[in-house]
């Protein structure tokens, strides 16, 4: 099965910038779309960005022109490149990996942008 692990959350200011990473262990990325969502406290899971397997990407309006979703399949990992972050940007990030036969999701990565 699967495993996904976050990493790079931290705490920024606003206007600032991180690099989350989703990397893959036993096994890997082959064939799936990988997306990211956030939850903020008290409210729902919502979706941010997705790859596709060609490397197609989509993304939440909040956040298309300053986030970018890119995938290394080589190294099994993701990233999501946040930039001109906002203080609504402060949540806990998952990623999530999709293909026929996986729903697999990493334990999350906590971002917290202060004003």
């Known amino acids: 099965q699967v495993q996904l692990v976050e990493s790079g959350g931290g705490l920024v200011q606003a206007g600032g910038s991180l690099r989350l990473s989703c990397a893959a262990s036993?096994?890997?990325?082959?064939?799936?779309?990988v997306g990211w969502h956030r939850q903020a406290p008290g409210k729902q899971r919502e979706f941010v960005a997705t790859i596709g397997r060609d490397s197609s990407t989509y993304y939440a309006g909040s956040v298309k022109g300053r986030f970018t979703i890119s995938r290394d399949n080589a190294k099994n990992t993701v990233y999501l490149q946040m930039n001109t972050l906002k203080p609504e940007d402060t949540a806990v990030y998952y990623c999530n990996a999709v293909r026929l036969g996986l729903d697999a999701w990493g334990q999350g990565t906590q971002v917290t942008v202060s004003s």
């Open positions: 036993r096994g890997s990325f082959s064939g799936a779309a």
